[in-house]
């Protein structure tokens, strides 16, 4: 069974940069032909895609995100991380990592429990 996990600070100060890191444990994020994901969701909002990085390490970012984002992973570690740099207020919301079955579906199979994080000085 996949598991995935989210870890990170719970507090960054506006226009630093934050990185979260997603660790995935029952399967590897090199198998065909996963999308793992980071998606936000703001107090009282719905759901915001961040962007993916897929099985063959291809990114792909909200393009209105685009600017402040990037997405890596560490493959022997079985990890992939996020990094939002300029932070400002309005990130202040959860983090999830989410594990999409494959480029050509939206459905996302596995989730982390999701992260608070507040941004502020």
């Known amino acids: 069974q996949v598991q995935l996990q989210e870890s990170g600070p719970d507090l960054v100060k506006p226009s630093q940069t934050l990185s979260l890191t997603c660790t995935v444990s029952?399967?590897?994020?090199?198998?065909?032909?996963?999308?793992w994901n980071w998606i936000r969701q703001p107090p009282g909002k719905g759901l915001e895609w961040i962007g993916y990085?897929?099985?063959?390490?291809?990114?792909h970012y909200n393009p209105s995100l685009k600017s402040r984002i990037s997405i890596s992973r560490d493959t022997s570690n079985n990890q992939f991380s996020l990094h939002l740099n300029s932070v400002i207020p309005e990130d202040t919301v959860v983090y999830y990592c989410?594990?999409?079955?494959?480029?050509?579906?939206?459905?996302?199979?596995?989730w982390g429990k999701g992260t608070q994080v507040t941004a502020s000085s």
């Open positions: 990085i897929n099985y063959s390490g291809s990114t």
């Open positions: 989410a594990r999409q079955e494959g480029g050509g579906t939206l459905k996302y199979g596995c």
């Open positions: 029952g399967g590897s994020i090199t198998a065909n032909y996963y999308y």
